[in-house]
């Protein structure tokens, strides 16, 4: 079970620390608080593959034609304020022996024709 979960650099986040989860967990707050984006950083840690995170994409109806035309900013909504030079960062304790963290870490090349 989930013990604890912290959060770089992700949406709203930049850099928070929740504890204390149960069996249950009610998520509360005013509107545009974060509670989505905790969800969203739960699912990204439980399936961090790329159809994961269309499929975050899809649920908030976010353009995939904007991606096509505009790859290099299709981030940019991941990370804190757009920050793209910091890494996200979702890691979690599941019990006080286990600890899983997830990096996600962009990288640009520049290729003169």
Do not use: H
């Not at 790859?71 to 304020?81: A, C, G, V």
């Not at 920050?83 to 997830?102: A, G, N, P, Y």
Request: charged content about 30%.
């Amino acid at each position: 079970m989930l013990e604890e979960i912290e959060i770089q650099n992700f949406r709203c986040f930049e850099e928070t620390k929740i504890s204390g989860f149960e069996r249950v967990n009610l998520i509360g707050g005013k509107n545009n608080s974060g509670k989505t984006a905790l969800l969203e950083a739960l699912y990204l840690f439980n399936a961090p593959l790329p159809q994961g995170i269309l499929f975050l994409m899809q649920l908030r109806k976010e353009s995939l034609s904007f991606s096509k035309a505009f790859p290099e900013k299709t981030w940019d909504n991941l990370f804190f304020r757009g920050r793209k030079d910091k890494d996200l960062e979702i890691s979690s304790k599941v019990t006080t022996e286990i600890k899983k963290k997830l990096l996600f870490k962009l990288e640009y090349k520049v290729i003169i024709l």
